[in-house]
């Protein structure tokens, strides 16, 4: 028995007959969840210190790393995943007011018209599930994710969505997802930041930083953002002038001095400071290595459509891969300009979302296929989606007709797909209505996926708090249940 | 397995043993003693909020009440009869509290069970007990300057410590530098010190700091982290906001040192006090630095909300170290707050007239120089014919235009359609509508602004019709085409005191359509018999639409009539409202039941003497900054959950000399504290020190402690001769990389500032929220979305990398370079030099060998590779190339980035 598994065993003894009983209400899963957390706790001497990342994780992962792919402005699950045959039918007829009574949106006012899928679905995979014509790779892997159609979410405008669904809260100032998961497990590579946020789209996510930000956690957790143009972290490169034999020189000099004056003052966090630059020495060599695509074969490269000195999803992909690979935990992606309401070409269902779902359609089918052959994907989850779904209805903004087709913001239901990390392949969860306003099935809340989430990296998301202001935050704030379906 | 467990067993009662022989007899302190215990076992299951078995602890009346199985948890002076002594020493593991986790130990059982015995009486928690005059203890050594001193040997000697030496004069000097005004001091002012050998110097020296305005400026940083100030709105766009006229208010008030209770009351409630200055209206642009959100679709009303909840939680932060935050939702789980105070305390904030929009209304608007002339005139004229308060009245009437009364408040409206989504916040109106305003005083009115916006094309004309649609006429207007929302007088005739108003809208145009922002009730000037009476109004009219250099948002109350009515939120939901609810403090602060009436009456009871938490908690804030931490660790939190403070007397001894005999002088609190021979003492580590007291909590020595994201900047900039010495104005933007401002919607620029803009200190630098300076943000620097009671300082890589390859940081290794470089002497000399330019004293021999050897290596190599010295430097002298990289390792060591 090894020690882990015998610490197991100890920590079940602990359990009374009485626990044995309350957790078993939830099923066997809930006593592995929850019957290991009793010790810690019981030497924990006071609450009011700061939560012991150590004890993390709180039982056996299935999942050791995280790779979000979050297209930010939201993407239209009617277009792309949940089929509705039924919707088609009454397109164009004035919507039902018992849809929109004691309903707020962003845009639509009045009375809209509704708006059937404009891309054709077909079955795929031996689970025959439907995608649409707009994802033809996609449609290759639907055996090995998860599709998720009811998902729904409490916030009907971009910002306030994309923190809900990142922090747990819409109103800013909550550590994100990834603060949480690198605060709790660390990092497994010291030369690389543990949480690492890569951009395409052209623009950063309405959430702004504040949807990889550390909130009230220490800031070393924020999520560290590769850009675009100049240095991939900033400041990683040395000023022209000074090369890395010169840096190396002068950090040796640094530390030395470091070295007397921690003989001076005796002081240990002095010698903190001389692995920090010492690390700081490491990244320097890592960091631009870590990013370079031109390192991949070509036959990788094309896999994911990724092109050099380019900034695109598909080099975004890649580069989460090989970050991932060096043991990032937590690698965060956003893609830019989902925001389908029909105001403009770009903006339209017919043109905008068919380009952008081409532009991500080959890359993430190939995340999934190399982690795959990697034998990486059974413990890196990937989770892709936006941060709420788009109405049945047409938009029609101050009552008027648009100019092109397109749909409103919208809380009730959307869909995103999961793969990996101990999720099941070939699965679909929840269902919608016949239009796919409402989940009628198995409704999944935000706070449901982060708990899944955390759930996969062997964190029970009730036990993973930070004590600030006085109060013990969750990144589910109260809420939030381990969507157990949808587990291996 | 088996023999751990054993062991474990032997070890807990050899403990028990000790415990129980060390136990004395006296009679049990409930805070000292059982709180700790109930806080840490008990609170969880059963406190205020989950009471379990229908048991809570919060509060005494709970706790000796019946529970749900009919036993009584606490029979006070009756052990055997209290169901929790015999749930705690429970046999049967079903029964045993608490519930599945560690049992009590038998001491604690005892100390519960003895206090019961002796009545089981109740003690408020520590900070809300009013502090008694500690005595100063007596100290038998030659050590202390001060008070401070006594009380800080007192612990040092019940753990085993003494006092450290004091800091050698070179080192403290520089201490004290950074600690009062933020910044180093230069190679001469510290031989200065050195070479006067008054026994007065460093008083001398300490007074000089604290009156250099310098001192304002460093101290700014840590209440604008308070304050959650910034230069934009947050949230998406995230687009600018003009406010650094409230920074440089900060930074006044606190270089005049103006009482922390003035300094109170003014941002809270400055333009509720009778007759305010323009400085009091700024002064309450405090809370108008909560987020505004200008997001496509966003409701105002949500977003006003929320704003609001910031302000109640922000206030019981700052001053009461309470965290009213967790009530909004239920009654508060630890502390005696319930939630319906929470929504008590949310009232006075309820009533102010902003509203989430882009305008930022209500605004401090500030005109050229040419319309304020005109202004002055006019305030002339009313001060020669009535007096300076009306005519102060009248001027900040033209500068903040409120309280108008808006959209949100009309009472009735027929034919209009509100827009009231984030970038809006007006009424159209059409031929045949109407707006209604319910009951408004007309006594000393005779004038109505209309602020509407209107095309060209059309023509509208507006009745205004007193008590009914169909009701006499009592004023007429015109609908002209503006440019944007103006300000057009309707003038009103009428005997009514107070009627029902009805805005009638007509035109013969069907496609009629205006935009109308709200009314503003015009009051009479103070004489109508003056000659010049119709041009003043004239002037008036004008100066209403004048155009503005600069705005302020500021905090105005609505308009009498039009007041909000706070209704609480269900579980914390704002669409979900339950009961109707009056401005007031918890009962746990206001025994007596005093009566509160608004913002003014709250700010005064904060700083009132008989409020003894925020002495406490304001001195504590203080202690923490010069310290690194505070003698309450947890400075955001006073409450039970809160750490408990390391020198409860002390605390007491500096909060009454704050709030009473120093009368809330914050340079007096601060002077006493560096006075002090336990502020002297030298960080120098011993290894007896350490081994007793790794975390420095009883202070035998001076904490080491890294310096603030600001001041790492300033320190660079000071010691090379680059720090611009300009103070006060709009913020600036220093060389920061391309690229890191991406906002969507927005395309505000990071447009590089030229000149010393570019050298400014830090609290200067333009902060955006959603994308913050980098380098202060890596050196955990505030975001200011929230407030903020302390920075938690880390240490990552990404640090090391800001100090070391900024260009800021090589600018100014290049600056003192070109310096060094120029004096007469060898290499080491200059490596020396070099390091008492930036460390401010004298470099020990093995530092020196350590550089100069640096210099000699990377000269050689730079005589390789010229082309890469001349890159660095840009100049060919190899000399400058190789200093400059000696000076960046300097400013890069420990030592620099800490304050020894």
């Known amino acids: 028995m090894d020690l882990y598994n015998e610490a197991q065993k100890r920590k079940l003894e602990f359990t009374t007959r009485r626990h044995f009983l309350k957790q078993c209400t939830t099923g066997l899963g809930g006593i592995a969840l929850s019957s290991l957390i009793g010790p810690q706790q019981l030497f924990a001497s006071n609450n009011n210190t700061v939560f012991n990342a150590k004890n993390l994780p709180h039982f056996l992962p299935k999942a050791k790393r995280v790779i979000y792919l979050h297209m930010a402005g939201a993407p239209s699950q009617l277009e792309l995943f949940d089929y509705k045959p039924e919707l088609q039918k009454l397109h164009d007829l004035d919507c039902p007011k018992s849809l929109l009574e004691g309903k707020r949106f962003a845009f639509i006012q009045g009375i809209p018209k509704m708006l059937g899928p404009q891309f054709n679905f077909k079955k795929y995979g031996e689970s025959g599930t439907y995608i649409s014509d707009a994802l033809p790779y996609f449609s290759t892997i639907v055996d090995d994710v998860s599709i998720v159609k009811s998902m729904h979410t409490d916030e009907f405008n971009h910002a306030p969505a994309q923190l809900l669904l990142q922090t747990g809260s819409a109103r800013s100032g909550r550590p994100s997802m990834g603060a949480w998961v690198t605060y709790g497990l660390g990092s497994e590579n010291d030369n690389l930041p543990g949480y690492m946020v890569l951009v395409s789209g052209g623009k950063n996510p309405s959430a702004g930083k504040n949807a990889w930000g550390s909130g009230f956690l220490p800031s070393e957790y924020q999520g560290v953002q590769c850009r675009n143009s100049g240095d991939p972290i900033l400041y990683v490169s040395n000023p022209n002038g000074m090369s890395r034999d010169i840096r190396k020189k002068s950090l040796k000099a640094i530390n030395d001095i470091n070295k007397k004056q921690h003989k001076e003052f005796n002081d240990d966090e002095t010698l903190s400071r001389i692995s920090q630059y010492e690390m700081a020495f490491k990244m320097q060599i890592s960091v631009p290595d870590v990013m370079d695509v031109s390192k991949e074969p070509d036959y990788i490269r094309e896999m994911y459509g990724a092109k050099q000195g380019e900034t695109s999803f598909a080099n975004n992909c890649l580069l989460a891969r090989r970050l991932v690979e060096q043991g990032v935990r937590f690698v965060q992606l956003y893609d830019w300009g989902w925001d389908m309401h029909g105001d403009s070409k770009a903006g339209s269902l017919n043109e905008g979302l068919r380009a952008k779902s081409k532009e991500i359609d080959k890359p993430m089918t190939a995340l999934v296929k190399d982690l795959k052959q990697r034998g990486l994907l059974d413990d890196t989850l990937i989770v892709w989606g936006g941060e709420f779904g788009r109405t049945p209805m047409r938009e029609n903004r101050e009552g008027r007709i648009m100019p092109y087709y397109g749909r409103d913001h919208h809380t009730e239901a959307y869909t995103i797909w999961m793969a990996g990390g101990g999720i099941k392949g070939g699965f679909s969860y929840g269902e919608t209505d016949e239009i796919g306003y409402y989940g009628i099935k198995d409704r999944v809340h935000i706070h449901d996926l982060q708990a899944t989430i955390l759930n996969q990296l062997g964190i029970n998301h009730e036990k993973f708090t930070y004590n600030f202001q006085g109060r013990d935050f969750r990144l589910t704030d109260v809420h939030g249940r381990v969507i157990k379906d949808l587990l291996v | ?900």
């Open chain 2, 1 to 900: 397995m088996e023999l751990t467990s054993f062991k474990l067993t032997n070890v807990f009662i050899v403990i028990l043993i000790v415990l129980l022989t060390s136990c004395k007899e006296d009679k049990i302190n409930f805070n000292a003693q059982v709180r700790p215990i109930l806080n840490k076992n008990c609170i969880s299951c059963h406190g205020g909020v989950k009471q379990s078995g229908g048991f809570g602890l919060v509060f005494r009346e709970n706790a000796l009440a019946e529970t749900i199985n009919g036993k009584i948890g606490v029979v006070p002076g009756y052990p055997e009869k209290s169901e929790m002594i015999s749930r705690i020493a429970h046999k049967d593991p079903e029964m045993i509290m608490p519930l599945e986790r560690e049992p009590l130990s038998k001491e604690d059982i005892k100390t519960l069970t003895k206090w019961i015995e002796q009545g089981a009486e109740w003690q408020e928690h520590w900070a809300y007990l009013k502090p008694n005059e500690p005595e100063v203890p007596e100290i038998e050594l030659d050590w202390g300057n001060n008070q401070i001193d006594a009380f800080v040997y007192q612990k040092m000697k019940s753990n085993n410590l003494s006092p450290n030496e004091e800091a050698n004069p070179y080192d403290l000097v520089r201490r004290v530098y950074l600690d009062l005004i933020g910044l180093p001091p230069t190679t001469e002012q510290i031989e200065a010190f050195i070479n006067n050998t008054s026994d007065t110097r460093y008083e001398t020296l300490v007074d000089a700091l604290l009156d250099s305005p310098k001192y304002g400026e460093h101290w700014a940083s840590m209440w604008l982290d308070l304050a959650r100030y910034a230069d934009s709105k947050g949230y998406e766009a995230d687009r600018g906001r003009q406010i650094w006229r409230y920074r440089d208010w900060v930074i006044k008030a606190l270089n005049e040192d103006m009482p922390f209770d003035q300094f109170t009351i003014e941002q809270l409630a400055g333009d509720l006090l009778p007759n305010p200055t323009k400085d009091q209206l700024i002064a309450t642009a405090f809370h108008r630095n909560t987020l505004n959100n200008g997001e496509g679709g966003t409701d105002n009303e949500e977003y006003r909300i929320s704003a609001v909840i910031d302000r109640v939680n922000t206030t019981w932060e700052i001053w009461q170290s309470t965290t009213m935050g967790c009530v909004q939702c239920h009654s508060h789980p630890y502390d005696p707050i319930t939630q319906d105070e929470f929504y008590k305390s949310f009232a006075f904030f309820n009533n102010t007239s902003d509203w989430d929009v882009p305008t930022e209304h209500p605004v401090y608007r500030e005109f050229d120089s040419i319309t304020q002339i005109e202004l002055d005139g006019i305030n002339k004229w009313i001060s020669n014919i009535s007096s300076e308060t009306e005519a102060n009245k009248w001027t900040n009437f033209i500068h903040i235009q409120e309280p108008k009364i808006r959209p949100e408040d009309f009472n009735e409206t027929k034919n209009t359609i509100h827009h009231n989504r984030s970038g809006q916040d007006y009424m159209l109106v059409y031929n045949e509508s109407y707006v209604k305003l319910k009951d408004v005083g007309l006594d000393n009115i005779d004038r109505i602004y209309i602020n509407y916006n209107q095309g060209e094309k059309i023509k509208g004309n507006l009745l205004v019709k007193a008590d009914s649609l169909n009701g006499s006429v009592i004023g007429e207007l015109k609908l002209n085409a503006t440019r944007g929302f103006e300000n057009v007088p309707i003038k009103i005739s009428t005997t009514s005191k107070r009627a029902d108003l009805f805005f009638h809208f007509k035109s013969t145009d069907k496609d009629y359509q205006c935009s109308i922002d709200g009314f503003l009730l015009g009051e009479k000037l103070p004489t109508n018999k003056n000659e010049e009476y119709a041009n003043v109004y004239t002037k008036i009219d004008q100066l209403l639409n004048a155009s503005y250099r600069y705005t302020t948002p500021v905090m105005v109350e609505k308009q009498k009539g039009f007041s909000r009515v706070t209704q609480m939120f269900d579980r914390g939901n704002w669409l979900v409202k339950t009961d109707t609810v009056s401005a007031t403090i918890p009962k746990l602060f206001n025994p007596n039941n005093d009566e509160f009436k608004n913002r003014l009456d709250l700010a005064k009871w904060l700083v009132n003497e008989e409020n003894s938490l925020t002495g406490r908690v304001i001195a504590n804030r203080f202690w923490s900054k010069i310290f690194g931490k505070g003698i309450v660790v947890t400075s955001e939190d006073f409450g039970t959950l809160g750490d408990k403070p390391t020198h409860p007397k002390l605390l007491d001894w500096l909060a009454n000399r704050f709030s009473k005999e120093w009368n809330w002088s914050i340079k007096k609190l601060l002077r006493t504290i560096v006075l002090s021979d336990t502020y002297k003492q030298s960080s120098v580590i011993s290894e007896d020190a350490k081994a007793k007291d790794p975390y420095n909590q009883w202070l035998a020595r001076s904490p080491r402690v890294r310096l603030s994201a600001e001041q790492i900047r300033d320190q660079a900039l000071t010691v090379s001769g680059l720090l611009s010495n300009k103070m006060y104005g709009p913020s600036v933007m220093p060389p920061q990389p391309d690229g890191v401002w991406t906002v969507v919607y927005n395309d505000d620029q990071w447009k590089t500032s030229k000149g010393e803009d570019a050298y400014r200190r830090g609290l200067y630098t333009y902060l955006r929220r959603s994308s913050p300076y980098p380098s202060f943000i890596s050196f955990d620097a505030s975001e200011r979305e929230t407030c903020l009671s302390r920075r938690i300082n880390t240490n990552t890589p990404l640090q090391a990398l800001i100090t070391l390859n900024d260009p800021v940081y090589f600018d100014a290794a290049i600056n003192l370079a070109q310096q060094v470089k120029s004096i007469e002497g060898n290499k080491k000399a200059k490596v020396d030099l070099a390091y008492k330019k930036v460390m401010g004293k004298k470099i020990t021999k093995e530092k020196s060998k350590i550089l100069s050897n640096l210099l000699v290596e990377t000269e050689a190599y730079y005589t390789n590779n010229k082309e890469e010295a001349f890159e660095l430097v840009n100049s060919e002298n190899l000399e400058l190339a190789s200093l400059t990289v000696v000076v960046n390792a300097l400013m890069n060591m420990d030592e620099f980035l800490v304050k020894n």
